[in-house]
């Protein structure tokens, strides 16, 4: 896949603390650029998931009939097994010194539109699953109409966005702090206050498909981090330790998901459409009320701002050759118009339809690129990593695009929404299996298409590889 990549670079930051704008794109980061230590990964990581979205997608076990044990139960595994191979994934980036989608070229080849520009569309996607909750609170907390703190928190999201790398960084590490003793606030006054919702209303085979949906609601949520995944370690030194990176990730991960779901179990009753305003309620009004609604708002400009600089790299890997900060700003945008959709008619029913459809071509992508790592690896047999060249050789399409297509169809009988439930999911009591079928889908059609290609293909020709 060659194109000009001149569009593509621009100036990167150098050091820790470096927070002009960030202008470069998705050409690989040289060493020479490369600073920073694992660690940063953990707040990275963390403070993005302590948001309202991660609360209110606790409340769907309860909903769904479990009591509070099956519930968490169900949601923290399902939150390990998304997070195991984003946080894999993350461990790429200094290996690579290149953003996920830019890297997965080498597998998809010129056919990398097809996920890039799916993963733009779901990060303005999730750009309204999180301003939902940000707008409501900053609305709620200065007496705004709805529009108005969406439009604050789009806006201000944008802005760091279009910044960069290091200031995202620097700001999640400031926010795991502050968005932590905000969630330690709202999880002594449940504590305090209410009680465990003890028993559910589902039994039977009706339970356990609603244990297998509330698992993979959660690894949903975990998972669609996977492909943004080593856009926040490229610019580490390529010996950083891969293990430590590998850990520092899955931690911030899994620790943070599972706070603040297993705070949306407990306040089900609370967390409901209204999420803002259970909090406000919760913490009793007054200065504590509206600390608590300026962390739900300020959450949502950390998170938010991650999907608009990941979705930047995404729509530059498509060959659009337009400036990093530009695409990062057009998200935000289009972020704010989804919003209003998503606010404006029955917001569970559309949250969890919007959640679970945003992410049903992760486990597909996921499985691919992980296939074509493997099969470079083997091929290159210990050869020094070069992703510059290999990016510059033609790089096939079709066995990608079709294993991509492919993985998401054999989902589909799977699928269990509000807006469609699949044939198998239906006899299984809802149980919704096709993360897991599109992955495994994946992994299978596309090995087998390599190895149509030949053994003098592209998998020797494209020989250095990700191992």
């Known amino acids: 896949m060659i194109i000009d990549e001149s569009a593509f670079r621009g100036r990167m930051p150098a050091r820790a603390g470096d ?29 993005p998931n302590l948001t309202m979205t991660g609360v ?3 409340t769907v ?15 923290v595994l399902g939150t390990l097994l998304g997070a195991l191979p984003a946080a894999y994934l993350c461990t790429w980036g200094s290996r690579t010194g290149t ?19 799916t993963q733009w569309l779901s990060s303005v996607a999730w750009d309204a699953l999180i301003g939902l909750f940000g707008g409501e609170a900053l609305a709620q907390l200065l007496g705004w109409p709805f529009w108005l703190g969406a439009l604050v928190i789009l806006l201000l999201q944008g802005v760091v966005g279009v910044f960069g790398y290091e200031v995202l960084h620097r700001l999640q590490t400031v926010m795991t702090f502050v968005l932590g003793a905000a969630f330690l606030v709202i999880g002594a006054k449940l504590l305090s206050g ?18 297998v949906l509330t698992s993979t609601i959660a690894l949903s949520l975990a998972l669609s981090w996977a492909p943004y995944a080593s856009d926040f370690s490229r610019y ?33 009753g609370l967390f409901t459409d209204q999420t803002a305003a259970g909090v406000h309620g919760l913490l009793g009004g007054g200065a504590l009320g509206a600390f608590g609604l300026l962390s739900i708002a300020a959450a949502a400009v950390c998170s938010n701002a991650m999907n608009d600089y990941s979705g930047s790299l995404a729509l530059q890997a498509t060959g659009l050759r337009v400036p990093r900060p530009l695409a990062a700003a057009a998200a935000a945008v289009l972020g704010f118009l989804l919003v209003l959709w998503l606010h404006a008619a029955d917001t569970t029913v559309r949250f969890q339809n919007l959640l679970l459809f945003v992410g049903y071509w992760i486990p597909g992508f996921v499985g691919i690129v992980l296939v074509d790592a493997r099969l470079r690896a083997r091929a290159r047999g210990g050869a020094p990593l070069d992703v510059a060249a290999e990016l510059a050789r033609p790089q096939p399409w079709w066995p990608a695009c079709a294993a991509f297509v492919a993985a998401f169809a054999a989902a589909v009988p799977f699928m269990d929404t509000t807006l469609y439930v699949g ?31 030949g053994p003098g293909g592209p998998v ?7 191992g």
């Open 460 to 466: 020797r020709e494209t020989s250095s590889a990700l």
């Open 56 to 58: 209110f997608t606790g």
């Open 236 to 268: 580490l030194p390529a010996g950083t330790s891969r293990p430590r990176m590998f850990w520092y990730s899955l931690l911030g991960m899994v620790l943070s998901f599972a706070w603040v779901q297993t705070l949306g179990l407990w306040g089900a």
């Open 19 to 47: 927070l002009a704008v960030e202008r470069h794109g998705i050409e690989p980061v040289p060493e020479s650029n490369r600073y920073g230590k694992p660690a940063r990964l953990f707040t990275v990581w963390f403070a």
């Open 194 to 211: 209410v009680p465990l919702p003890a028993t559910g209303s589902a039994h039977g085979a009706d339970r356990l498909g609603a244990f």
């Open 99 to 117: 953003g996920q989608l830019p890297l997965s070229r080498l597998a998809f080849g010129a056919g990398v539109v097809l996920p890039g520009v």
């Open 61 to 75: 076990g309860v909903s769904l009939g479990l009591d509070f044990w099956t519930a968490l139960t169900a949601m």
């Open 423 to 453: 044939p198998v999911a239906a006899t299984l009591h809802g149980a919704d299996l096709a993360y897991y079928v599109a992955f495994v889908v994946a992994v299978a059609v596309y090995a087998l298409l390599r190895r149509v290609a």
